[in-house]
């Protein structure tokens, strides 16, 4: 293994890997050079695991260092069914501008899944067609482009934060969950503690806004980690994990470019969120159903943001 290498080689690859598992892929961070090919030989592998289509696949747009949108989506499934998106967070950066913003979409959202022809919640949309539809139904939902997908599922979220040995985050309000205590402060979770501390949304006061909030944390607390704290024995236990269980169209040389390019719009992006309110409708089934006034100007600054 080498072993004299320059640092700033530690740091390209570190973002590549803490951003695909972190879900919010532009971390920066660091590894030794001599794992590049390691790197590249997994980036690849979860470009192959991607089933969209050639034109979905075949994206320039980061390679342009134009605005991009990049949707993240938590798959929740059980043994070999195709699952539904638990977790949907569009993130669009601007590098020009150096701006950016995050959204999470509710997953109740009541929405047209386009190519189904139907009308349901806005997480069926990858259990009707997967990664393509899921994109084809947020850019429709959104009115803007979607560029990029990665999807991974919510266990490997669990598998990360034990990967870089637990996370630490600051916890507003005191809850349990059949298997946690999460006191008010802060808490330092492992992997199965962490997936519990983000799915819990029924007692949150904010309801499924809450737990959006805990998810946001969660991944900034994974990416902080990834930065600041690594060793060899976490950057074979991450590429371990986003080989088995990562899937994305975006490639190697465009991780390098979101990990540098890309960096001050994602440091200075904000959050926004769509305000509105859910019940049951006439088939029994509970929806969620955005303000139009709120999903207009969440539109109107997504559409900014990508020119």
Do not use: C
């Not at 503690?193 to 946001?216: I, K």
């Amino acid at each position: 293994m080498a072993k004299h290498r320059k640092p700033s080689k530690w740091k390209i690859v570190l973002g590549i890997v803490a951003g695909v598992m972190a879900l919010v892929l532009i971390t920066g961070g660091a590894f030794v050079w001599s794992m590049v090919k390691e790197v590249d030989d997994t980036v690849a592998q979860v470009n192959d695991n991607l089933k969209i289509s050639k034109e979905r696949k075949q994206v320039e747009t980061i390679e342009r260092k134009e605005s991009v949108s990049i949707l993240l989506l938590g798959i929740d499934r059980r043994g070999t069914e195709q699952g539904r998106s638990d977790s949907i967070i569009v993130l669009t950066l601007n590098p020009e501008l150096d701006e950016g913003a995050m959204l999470s979409i509710p997953r109740d959202t009541m929405t047209e899944i386009v190519g189904k022809g139907t009308r349901d919640k806005i997480n069926h949309a990858y259990a009707f067609g997967g990664a393509e539809m899921a994109m084809n139904t947020v850019e429709n939902f959104l009115d803007i482009p979607i560029d990029y997908v990665i999807e991974t599922d919510m266990e490997a979220f669990s598998d990360v934060v034990d990967a870089l040995g637990g996370i630490t985050v600051m916890n507003k309000f005191a809850f349990s969950t059949e298997d946690y205590t999460f006191p008010v402060g802060e808490v330092t979770l492992d992997g199965e503690a962490a997936l519990d501390y983000t799915r819990m949304r029924y007692n949150d006061p904010n309801g499924d806004f809450g737990r959006q909030e805990r998810q946001r944390d969660v991944v900034a607390a994974i990416i902080e980690k990834g930065r600041t704290d690594f060793s060899l024995d976490k950057v074979t236990a991450l590429l371990e994990v986003v080989g088995d269980q990562a899937k994305t169209n975006i490639e190697l040389n465009e991780f390098v470019s979101l990990s540098t390019d890309y960096m001050n719009a994602f440091r200075n992006a904000s959050v926004l969120r769509l305000e509105g309110a859910g019940g049951l409708e006439g088939d029994g089934i509970y929806y969620w159903n955005p303000e139009s006034s709120s999903l207009n100007g969440v539109q109107e600054e997504l559409k900014r943001l990508m020119e």
